[in-house]
């Protein structure tokens, strides 16, 4: 066939070929601003983020900078100056990202990676809209019951760590089995996470935000025994998430174990750590111990 018989590109063409380097250009802007927010709030999940293999590492890393999003409307620097702009926005938030999970695109950078994964990982209302319930209760409820902080648990944490779960098994065999088996273990470890974090941020909670979300008498005065059994009960999710994470494709595994081995140290560490201590300064833990807790997650990961 002579050149002059092979029909010359449309314009139809030449404009979809432009759509979709355009649309390809907005999808890796919206990533990259993702990965700033988790690495400019959280230089330890960065640090786990980085042992996850790719796509699952821009998976995760644009859920939890939509988490980071909704707490910043919630806890930011602005959200006191007017409580009722703070809620307009994170109703606002709330649809912005059902509407971009359904649509598959948004103006918003993060809510835009996010829906990408959304999509692609079969994250839908089943789990945002407890998330974001809990994210409303942070508005309005100072202090919770048992019933109560159990509901904002799941909706904070446990769904978390099911959507983190689902951008884990998102194209692998036996997907939806192996998601059942892990579900339970997912939910522990996101849970346990957050516990840990009420220890840690009771002072900034308390005195900050005027939020409660430990049991105890007087949290101004916190006992070690109340101390206790709440670390009793972080050890106990901790016990049945590290079950799960052999379980873990080897794609997530080692960043699990990290993140899994750095809340463990945190709680070994609270716990000893007199309870009011705990309200005047933020227990963390030292970069070489960090470094030596990863290297081990990474040596039994990738066995």
């Not at 910043?72 to 702009?85: C, K, L, N, Q, T």
């Not at 997530?252 to 709680?267: D, P, Y």
């Amino acid at each position: 066939m002579s050149l002059d018989q092979h029909p010359a590109p449309t314009a139809r063409a030449h404009a979809a070929a432009a759509t979709g380097r355009a649309r390809e250009l907005y999808d890796d802007a919206a990533t990259a601003s993702a990965a700033i927010v988790i690495r400019r709030y959280s230089t330890s999940f960065s640090l786990a983020c980085r042992l996850l293999d790719e796509p699952v590492r821009t998976r995760v890393r644009n859920i939890y900078a939509l988490v980071r999003l909704a707490d910043e409307i919630v806890d930011g620097p602005f959200s006191a100056v007017d409580p009722d702009r703070t809620a307009r926005l994170l109703d606002a938030l709330e649809l912005e990202t059902y509407d971009a999970v359904r649509a598959g695109s948004s103006t918003n950078l993060v809510v835009h990676a996010f829906a990408q994964t959304a999509r692609t990982c079969r994250i839908g209302p089943d789990l945002l809209g407890p998330f974001f319930a809990s994210m409303r209760a942070d508005l309005d409820v100072s202090t919770h019951d048992a019933a109560s902080l159990s509901t904002y648990v799941y909706g904070s944490a446990e769904v978390v760590g099911l959507m983190c779960l689902r951008a884990f098994l998102a194209g692998e065999r036996h997907e939806v089995g192996a998601y059942a088996l892990l579900e339970p273990g997912a939910r522990r470890l996101g849970a346990a996470f957050q516990k840990v974090n009420f220890l840690r941020d009771l002072a900034a909670d308390h005195d900050v935000l005027g939020r409660t979300y430990v049991a105890a008498a007087d949290v101004e005065h916190l006992t070690d025994a109340e101390r206790d059994a709440l670390l009793d009960d972080v050890d106990a999710d901790l016990a049945v998430a590290a079950g799960a994470i052999a379980h873990l494709p080897r794609s997530s595994r080692r960043a699990v174990g990290a993140a899994h081995g750095l809340f463990a140290e945190l709680s070994r560490r609270l716990r000893r750590t007199p309870a009011p201590e705990i309200m005047r300064s933020r227990v963390s833990v030292p970069a070489l111990v960090k470094a030596r807790i990863v290297l081990g997650a990474v040596v039994r990961g990738g066995a």
